[in-house]
């Protein structure tokens, strides 16, 4: 199983960018999905995560501004950012719990991150 995230780049404060984050490989079913990032300096902290039927939930810091979504049919994760911050610059990191195909298990995998920077 591997996934790929993408949709990183350089935007200025207020501007918006959307990341995703495809999984591939032996999969039977996805639990949560979810973001993380890490931002220079700090630990790695949970950004938001949709569950299967679409619950989600989100860091007090992004509520309002981010949207978390999947699209369960192509096992992708989005995540919509908006109203961008200096602060929001980070390595943001996708997550997902598969059960592979054969297991009864799920296993938390991670994408290899995607920088994203807000400046001037």
């Known amino acids: 199983v591997q996934l790929q995230a993408s949709g990183g780049g350089l935007v200025q404060p207020g501007g918006s960018l959307r990341l995703s984050c495809v999984a591939s490989?032996?999969?039977?079913?996805?639990?949560?999905m979810g973001w993380y990032r890490r931002a220079p300096g700090k630990q790695r902290e949970l950004v938001a995560v949709?569950?299967?039927?679409?619950?989600?939930n989100y860091a007090t810091s992004v509520r309002g501004r981010f949207t978390v979504s999947r699209d369960n049919a192509k096992n992708t994760v989005y995540l919509q950012m908006n109203s961008l911050r200096p602060e929001d610059t980070a390595v943001y990191y996708c997550?997902?719990?598969?059960?592979?195909?054969?297991?009864?298990?799920?296993?938390?995998?991670w994408g290899q991150g995607t920088l994203v920077t807000v400046s001037s």
């Open positions: 997550n997902h719990n598969i059960v592979e195909k054969g297991t009864d298990y799920l296993t938390g995998y």
């Open positions: 949709i569950t299967p039927d679409g619950s989600t």
């Open positions: 490989g032996s999969i039977f079913s996805i639990g949560d």
